[in-house]
């Protein structure tokens, strides 16, 4: 099994800076690619960036330019680094893990943690 947990969330500013972490334990080596997802109050959970075993990324177009995902193999962490923050930003983000199981994949979430960005 894969466990993930994240850290980082809080309250900031408009215009200020976070960085998220999600901690990946467990069956580490069955990770194929990992994301940040979130999740605003009436709305439907959304990709907001992702990366592949080999890593590529990719983003959403809203946090394009001002979001960055990297993970830290030595430490089974993943970051997201936020800059330029907006109220729009204010969700629960997640961390999602594809891991392979058998034939085909599971995902893995993490809690979540809040961020929240202030006007």
């Known amino acids: 099994q894969v466990q993930l947990v994240e850290s980082g969330g809080g309250l900031v500013q408009a215009g200020g800076s976070l960085r998220l972490s999600c901690a990946a334990s467990?069956?580490?080596?069955?990770?194929?690619?990992m994301g940040w997802y979130r999740q605003a109050p009436g709305k439907q959970r959304e990709l907001v960036a992702g990366?592949?075993?080999?890593?590529?990324?990719n983003y959403a177009d809203s946090v394009k330019g001002r979001f960055t995902i990297s993970r830290d193999n030595a430490k089974n962490t993943m970051y997201l680094q936020m800059n330029s923050l907006k109220p729009e930003d204010t969700a629960v983000y997640y961390c999602?893990?594809?891991?392979?199981?058998?034939?085909?994949?599971?995902?893995?979430w993490g809690q979540g943690t809040l961020l929240t960005v202030s006007s």
């Open positions: 990366i592949t075993s080999g890593d590529s990324t």
């Open positions: 999602n893990a594809r891991v392979r199981a058998g034939l085909g994949f599971n995902e893995v």
């Open positions: 467990g069956r580490i080596f069955s990770i194929d690619a």
